[in-house]
């Protein structure tokens, strides 16, 4: 029973939050690359990219309110090897930070410190591509910088790639971890600006790198970052409050079905144990009784015994023989009767309350008692 119960906790424990599924991954694949930039203006401040989609209701809420929602990412990726080649997420595996949440794509850029070539960090203000080019090159084009995680905060490394007119970040993750973390971003020109930025796990961020290396040099790497599921952490709380209740309610019920089973197999103990004592002193009566019976040693086979035979063993009486005479007049082997009515009480013949007269009473749990082994 046990286990089952654990299952049923473990069950209700298990079912998700709430999510809202919005925005799922369209078919449409984009064969066209867009490689003209579009200079838009925000806040007065000039911005290279191309923005795919206007931002959404939801993602001035997630601006006013940024700890309410959690969204999710897919990231795809198209390069050039011979043919087009296309790879895309099948499922959200990068989450938005903090900021704006929007589809944009871009041309893929592993940015490099400029001093030293196997960071990647974007920690110092001074970038380049990972191929050793400036990043004026992709000025008049959206493109999206490949930052990985450490060395500095999050904020830092997108303002950076922000300087120079990302559209959007991808930062990965520098462990392999499953748990990716919600970016905090404070900084009002990055949660205004036409930058997004997710977080993507390390194994992911491997996989672009490789795709740049390789394929990335002469031909742009084009990667989109599209909009996934969305978590309500409000009603995800919402729903584990109430599975938590459901959880405790449970308990509550288990513990008392539990009690009620100890008090009852308590008490059922207490009254055997009560029983038991008293057919003992029953059993210590009985005996008391017995012994005031009279008995008689057969002298002579004379017609002072009632019947040739003891009615017990259906054996003849022979002389020297011991017999109890009980007040109904009947007679038997002493050593045949005595365990009988230490039974039963009575006599076997006659069914005369034998033991009675000589004093002896039933404890009243034992009234329908020991008279079965007749
Ligand atoms: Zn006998
Ligand atoms: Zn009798």
């Not at 050039?80 to 930070?97: A, L, P, Q, V």
């Not at 006659?350 to 033991?355: A, E, H, N, T, Y």
Request: glycine fraction near 6%; aromatic fraction near 10%.
């Amino acid at each position: 029973m046990k286990p089952l119960i654990f299952l049923c906790v473990l069950s209700i424990a298990k079912t998700g939050g709430s999510i809202d599924t919005r925005d799922s991954q369209s078919d449409e694949k984009q064969k066209e690359f867009i490689n003209n930039g579009v200079v838009n203006t925000f806040a007065g401040l000039p911005v290279a990219g191309t923005v795919k989609t206007e931002p959404k209701l939801e993602t001035l809420l997630e601006i006013s309110d940024t700890n309410r929602y959690i969204t999710l990412a897919f990231l795809n990726v198209s390069w050039f090897d011979g043919i087009e080649k296309y790879k895309e997420d099948e499922h959200e595996r990068s989450k938005y930070g903090m900021g704006r949440v929007m589809d944009v794509e871009g041309r893929l850029v592993y940015v490099t410190d400029s001093e030293n070539e196997t960071d990647h960090s974007a920690c110092n203000s001074s970038l380049r591509d990972s191929f050793g080019r400036s990043l004026s090159l992709y000025h008049n084009m959206p493109w999206i910088a490949l930052i990985k995680r450490g060395g500095c905060d999050f904020e830092k490394k997108i303002l950076h790639v922000y300087s120079y007119r990302a559209v959007g970040a991808i930062i990965f993750n520098n462990n392999s971890g499953s748990e990716l973390n919600y970016m905090k971003i404070t900084n009002k020109e990055l949660l205004e600006g036409n930058i997004t930025s997710v977080f993507t796990p390390m194994y992911k961020g491997n996989q672009l790198v490789e795709i740049i290396k390789n394929h990335g040099e002469h031909n742009p790497v084009k990667l989109s970052i599209k909009q996934g599921m969305r978590f309500d952490k409000k009603s995800s709380l919402n729903h584990r409050s109430s599975v938590l209740f459901v959880t405790i309610s449970f308990i509550i019920v288990m513990v008392i079905s539990m009690l009620w089973l100890i008090v009852y197999y308590y008490q059922r103990f207490r009254y055997l144990q009560t029983k038991e004592n008293e057919q003992k002193m029953d059993t210590n009566k009985a005996k008391e009784a017995l012994r005031k019976i009279p008995t008689k040693t057969i002298k002579t086979l004379s017609k002072e015994i009632e019947s040739d035979c003891c009615a017990v063993c259906i054996e003849a009486y022979r002389l020297n023989d011991v017999l109890r005479c009980l007040p109904c007049k009947h007679e038997f082997h002493r050593n045949c009767i005595d365990p009988w009515l230490l039974q039963n009480y009575t006599c076997p013949l006659c069914k005369c309350r034998v033991l009675k007269q000589y004093g002896f009473v039933v404890s009243r749990s034992n009234e329908s008692g020991p008279s079965t082994n007749a």
